[in-house]
């Protein structure tokens, strides 16, 4: 086993997601490892070795190959942190990542972008009230 990375999976009509890569790891459409489900993805696409060197990704005769910032992978490749992975019509981005003591989960992406509309929300409401409009709130003229 080698380092631990970081991948963001972004999958047409899926929300975006994060996951640590600390093992090798297949990914495709029907694998024992990271699922996906673009149509356009081979069954078992391709393979995530993370080495102490980095993270080498290894193209599995995918019917549609497996490219790295627009270039198409023939032979496994050392990924480095910020390179995007296209397959099908799903995007991995490799992230540099650091294996931590505890086993804890953060907020998701969803809880976030929920505490940040909260946070406006909350906001317009204050602002609607000193204009003395309470639950009243309009948009701008000008703006659809």
């Not at 050392?78 to 397959?87: D, E, W």
Request: glycine share 10%; charged share 30%; proline share 6%.
């Amino acid at each position: 086993m080698g380092a631990t990375y970081w991948v963001q999976i972004i999958e047409p009509g899926h929300p975006s997601r994060v996951m640590s890569i600390d093992d090798v790891v297949e990914v495709g459409r029907d694998c024992d490892g990271l699922q996906l489900e673009d149509p356009t993805v081979s069954r078992r696409h391709l393979r995530l070795d993370p080495t102490a060197a980095g993270l080498v990704l290894e193209d599995l005769n995918s019917a549609n190959g497996t490219f790295v910032d627009g270039q198409r992978v023939t032979e496994p490749t050392l990924l480095k942190a910020g390179q995007r992975v296209r397959l099908g019509e799903t995007e991995i981005v490799v992230h540099p990542g650091h294996k931590t003591d505890h086993d804890t989960a953060g907020p998701t992406g969803a809880d976030i972008v929920t505490d940040r509309v909260s946070e406006e929300a909350r906001r317009l409401s204050a602002a609607s009230r000193k204009l003395g409009r309470p639950g009243r709130l309009r948009p701008e003229s000008g703006s659809a």
